[in-house]
């Protein structure tokens, strides 16, 4: 089956202010920092035109293909290429080098036929007007993309109903709040039946009651409507809850592209958890436990927690990833232990986010989850 999205080996160079490197040819006669603006008219001529001078790459070569129906998120830390990818896709930005195609029509040959196909929500979109009622604006837009009377009135009672904006459809769009104008958006972008939508971090202003009525929206749209979802986000949990699969991005390259659960563990092969039990002393017959657990196939170790006054508070057991571990609670049960608490620690998408991005390694006590 075609993609629905495709880019090979994108790149996207920006002119930039900042000092250039010394001694790389295609910066020299840029404004850079002390001492290095041109020297010559064609040197200004060069600036200027924008030919030459100091870039930075926003992208360096990014290789997606996202399947029909899916909904993909893309993360990644400030600059790091996300709304530039959108809006080459979109057609508002150029790219440098490598294709990027939307059900194999090329975004920089086809603009047109490109755009029939995707709506991109983007946060500085605008085009509404404060004098107009939000039904009013809509009413303008179904007239400028040439959808019949009964067609737009139709499509409209249907997405002011679907977005939760019905009762103050005849409300003044200047009345609106962040979260009613970003609904306002996505009726705009789903006037016009396109199969693609593009979002650029849909839930960014959002109170947390208004961002996953916008998820469940976007769900919805996904498993109702079989939209092909493309959205950058910041929020993790976001991703993890709606995308089928996520990309991280990092400095204008494709770090990992998995679903949100391999991204997860690929970080990790083992599992980490602690037992803890009613307070028992810690005697040979612990001791004999502690061994039997540790010979089991899979366990890589298991840590007694004793304090000074030899009282058995737990254990904490690191375990291969996919390791079955009634084996070991069994063994515990049998040597009468009463289990009081077991936290697991396996990393979340936020820790596997930072490792990806080299912000910090994993270590299993900074982050735990009670499983009971
Ligand atoms: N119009 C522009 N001119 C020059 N540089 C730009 C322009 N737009 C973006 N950049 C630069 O390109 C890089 C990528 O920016 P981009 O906005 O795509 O990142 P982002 O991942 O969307 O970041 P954020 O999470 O902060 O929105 C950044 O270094 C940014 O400064
Ligand atoms: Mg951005």
């Not at 039904?135 to 249907?158: P, T, V």
Request: aromatic share 8%; net charge neutral.
């Amino acid at each position: 089956m075609e993609n629905a999205i495709e880019t090979i080996a994108l790149v996207k160079r920006y002119p930039t202010n900042a000092p250039p490197r010394r001694n790389v040819s295609d910066i020299r006669g840029g404004f850079g920092g002390r001492g290095v603006g041109p020297t010559s008219f064609s040197g200004i001529i060069r600036v200027l035109k924008g030919t030459k001078g100091p870039f930075i790459e926003a992208l360096r070569g990014i290789d997606l293909k996202i399947k029909e129906g899916e909904v993909f998120g893309l993360l990644g830390p400030n600059g790091a290429g996300k709304t530039t990818l959108i809006k080459i896709l979109c057609t508002l930005v150029i790219h440098d080098e490598g294709e990027a195609y939307i059900y194999g029509l090329d975004v920089k040959k086809e603009p047109s036929k490109v755009l029939r196909n995707l709506q991109a929500v983007l946060p500085e979109s605008r085009g509404f007007s404060w004098r107009l009622t939000g039904r009013q604006n809509l009413e303008f837009y179904s007239l400028l993309y040439g959808l019949r009377d009964r067609e737009a009135k139709e499509r409209i009672d249907y997405l002011l109903d679907f977005t939760g904006l019905k009762d103050r459809a005849y409300d003044g769009y200047q009345r609106y709040s962040t979260g009613m104008q970003r609904k306002l958006l996505l009726c705009r972008a789903l006037l016009q039946d396109s199969h693609i939508l593009l979002f650029d971090e849909p839930s960014a202003g959002l109170d947390p009651n208004s961002a996953a009525e916008f998820r469940s929206m976007l769900r919805r749209l996904s498993r109702d409507e079989k939209k092909t979802i493309f959205l950058s986000t910041h929020n993790l949990y976001e991703a993890q809850d709606i995308c089928d699969r996520i990309a991280i991005i990092d400095r204008g390259i494709i770090t990992a592209c998995d679903t949100p659960d391999n991204i997860r563990n690929m970080t990790v092969d083992e599992k980490v958890f602690n037992v803890m039990f009613l307070d028992m002393v810690f005697n040979d017959d612990m001791t004999k436990m502690v061994n039997q657990l540790s010979e089991i196939i899979g366990v890589r170790g298991a840590m007694p927690e004793v304090d000074s006054d030899g009282v058995f508070h737990g254990l904490t057991i690191h375990a291969d990833k996919d390791l079955d571990i009634s084996t070991i609670l069994d063994i515990i049960i049998k040597r009468g232990l009463k289990i009081r608490i077991i936290n697991s620690k396996e990393p979340t998408l936020e820790d596997a986010f930072m490792i990806i991005t080299n912000r910090q390694q994993w270590h299993p006590s900074e982050n735990t989850n009670q499983t009971r």
